[in-house]
Nanobody, 126 residues
Framework: QVQLRESGGGLVQAGGTLELSCTASGGTFNTYALGWFRQAPGAEREFVAAIDRAGASTYYSGNVKGRFTVSRDNNKNTAYLQMNTLQLVETAVYYC???????????????????WGRGTQVTVSS
């Protein structure tokens, strides 16, 4: 089972940019699809973006498409979430998750994902 650790969170002004990293250990990284999720205070966790095992296909929620970019480097066992033009409402804890099944990560399913990181706080200020 792969273990995940997020990093790169912090405080950023509205309209600013931040890049998150998700580093994996203990598993074969390129056998997992990866997803980014976030949970704002008082809200449910929501899907943000996903990427398939090879990094060939990416998926985004409607409210981040065009501003966020998900990528991965399988040689470094790391996935990234580049976030541009951040908005106040995007203050949340951001999590990465891994599962061999891409469909399990995409919204609409009810799957228990194989691995979750502990999250990294992103705070967008005015």
């Amino acid at each position: 089972q792969v273990q995940l650790r997020e990093s790169g969170g912090g405080l950023v002004q509205a309209g600013g940019t931040l890049e998150l990293s998700c580093t994996a250990s203990g598993g074969t990284f390129n056998t997992y699809a990866l997803g980014w999720f976030r949970q704002a205070p008082g809200a449910e966790r929501e899907f943000v973006a996903a990427i398939d095992r090879a990094g060939a296909s990416t998926y985004y929620s409607g409210n981040v498409k065009g501003r966020f970019t998900v990528s991965r480097d399988n040689n470094k066992n790391t996935a990234y979430l580049q976030m541009n033009t951040l908005q106040l409402v995007e203050t949340a804890v951001y999590y990465c998750a891994a599962d061999p099944r891409l469909i399990a990560i995409l919204p609409g399913g009810r799957y228990e994902l194989a691995s979750w990181g502990r999250g990294t706080q992103v705070t967008v200020s005015s």
